[in-house]
């Protein structure tokens, strides 16, 4: 149990701190691609490129024989499990992960939100999502087993596409405060990724960053100590990444909510609990640790994510547009 304490922590304040240093929350780098701005988008694609050849290296070496090595794919559960993630992320205006790192930045009303998450994953827990499983799990669940190659083959060809199509495509990095920019998000991300997922195999744990699973297991008294751990450590690693960046860039600052935030972001956690139960992955289980592992469900979920900000986002664009009952429109 101290084994998995300590390798979880470690694991989740190496996470949190990238995460708070880039400012990478996913909800922000797909709405800022909506928005023709891929700064982060980008750091996040280099950094599960190189999380892929770092998984692939890992599975070769002794020890890790229990991880994990793909997740199953149940087209039904995942796409409308990442809808209703996607939905979630512009309802509460962030990401699972984003309100672990804020909360350790000294966004008070992120405790809200986690609430929000822990009641909709308990809530989702017991939910019966028809449709059937195309592929069970394990590496027939990745690209390389349908393609029939070698993970480290495919993982080594994603990474250089990914820098070629990076490289080729020149984008400004001068983000203001000191934030991260695009080429050491992904550095560190990748080299977080792979750190904690050998952390993982040391402290027998047989999958990586994530988020699901780790209510339920302590509602059934019986924890999930790396992954408690992991998401505690995700909150340490924000402090000292808002403690020790420029304060222009998420610096640590306690901090309240405007009082309809804490609704919005009470129903948006709801829905991201939900959706990463019903999806079997939340945006670190799918959108960092399953697109590294190169799990076909992941690649799938992501996408739906992306939908469902994409929906929710023209939704609330509308009906920030649309005037009031007895209220004049503008070209009245």
């Given at each position: 149990m101290l084994t998995a304490i300590a390798t979880g922590a470690l694991a989740g304040v190496a996470t949190g701190f990238v995460l708070q240093r880039g400012q990478l929350c996913f909800h922000s780098a797909i709405r800022d691609s909506l928005e023709r701005r891929f700064l982060l988008v980008r750091g996040w694609a280099l950094g599960v490129a190189i999380g892929a050849v770092g998984l692939a290296v890992l599975f070769l070496?002794?020890?890790?024989?229990?991880?994990?090595?793909g997740l199953a794919f149940r087209p039904v559960a995942n796409i409308s499990g990442g809808l209703l993630i996607g939905v979630g992320m512009v309802v509460a205006r962030s990401c699972v992960s984003g309100l672990f790192y804020k909360l350790g930045s000294g966004m008070l009303?992120?405790?809200?939100?986690?609430?929000?998450?822990?009641?909709g994953e308990l809530a989702a827990r017991d939910l019966t999502i028809p449709g059937p499983t195309l592929l069970p799990g394990g590496e027939e669940a990745t690209l390389p087993g349908i393609l029939g190659l070698p993970r480290l083959l495919v993982a080594v060809v994603l990474l250089v596409l990914v820098a070629f199509v990076l490289l080729r495509r020149p984008h400004r990095d001068d983000r203001p405060g000191g934030a991260w920019g695009w080429q050491r998000i992904g550095l560190g991300l990748g080299a977080a990724v792979t750190l904690a997922w050998a952390l993982a195999a040391i402290g027998g744990s047989s999958f990586g960053p994530s988020s699901v699973g780790a209510v339920v297991s302590i509602a059934d008294s019986?924890?999930?100590?790396?992954?408690?751990?992991?998401?505690?450590g995700i909150v340490a690693g924000g402090t000292v990444g808002s403690r020790t960046g420029d304060p222009r860039a998420g610096g640590f600052r306690l901090r309240g909510e405007p009082r309809v935030r804490y609704?919005?972001?009470?129903?948006?956690?709801?829905?991201?609990?939900?959706?990463?139960?019903?999806?079997?992955?939340?945006?670190?289980?799918?959108?960092l640790s399953g697109v590294a592992q190169l799990s076909v469900s992941s690649y799938v979920v992501v996408a739906a994510m992306f939908l469902g900000v994409t929906a929710a986002a023209a939704v609330s664009r509308r009906l920030a547009l649309t005037p009031a009952r007895g209220t004049a429109s503008p070209s009245s």
């Open positions: 070496l002794p020890g890790a024989e229990e991880l994990n090595r009303g992120a405790l809200v939100g986690l609430g929000g998450w822990a009641v019986d924890p999930n100590y790396w992954l408690v751990a992991f998401l505690l609704f919005q972001l009470a129903a948006g956690g709801v829905l991201l609990g939900a959706g990463g139960w019903i999806a079997g992955g939340c945006n670190l289980g799918h959108g």
